[in-house]
């Protein structure tokens, strides 16, 4: 089983850039595609970015297109999202998950592990 766990949330001003990470501890991370997902109060978890289990196939959200980046680093068993520029809106619970699957999954039932979560706040 893998066990996902999300760190580099906080509390920014808008405008300003975090790095979320998440780290498999079962090592097993290295053949499944990740994808980072948010959710807010009261709406549905929605699809930030994915990214292919060897990292040459991303897919983004429209809404983080140019401003968020998501990375893998499979020797350390670690998905990132680099999230820059960012707005108030971008303030939710990030979720990182992941499925073994070849290419992207866009489908969020199609996820099979999931991170605890880690919290953004960004200020106006």
């Known amino acids: 089983q893998v066990l996902l766990t999300e760190s580099g949330g906080g509390l920014v001003q808008a405008g300003a850039s975090l790095r979320l990470s998440c780290v498999d501890s079962?090592?097993?991370?290295?053949?499944?595609?990740v994808g980072w997902f948010r959710q807010t109060p009261g709406k549905e978890r929605e699809l930030v970015a994915a990214?292919?289990?060897?990292?040459?196939?991303?897919h983004y959200a429209n809404s983080v297109k140019s401003r968020f980046t998501i990375s893998r680093d499979n020797s350390k068993n670690t998905a990132y999202l680099q999230m820059t520029s960012l707005k108030p809106e971008d303030t939710a619970v990030y979720y990182c998950?992941?499925?073994?699957?070849?290419?992207?999954?866009?489908?969020?039932?199609?996820?099979?592990?999931w991170g605890q979560g880690t919290q953004v706040t960004v200020s106006s």
């Open positions: 990214i292919s289990w060897n990292g040459d196939n991303t």
């Open positions: 998950a992941g499925v073994p699957a070849f290419g992207i999954v866009v489908e969020e039932g199609r996820y099979k592990y």
């Open positions: 079962t090592h097993t991370l290295t053949s499944y595609v």
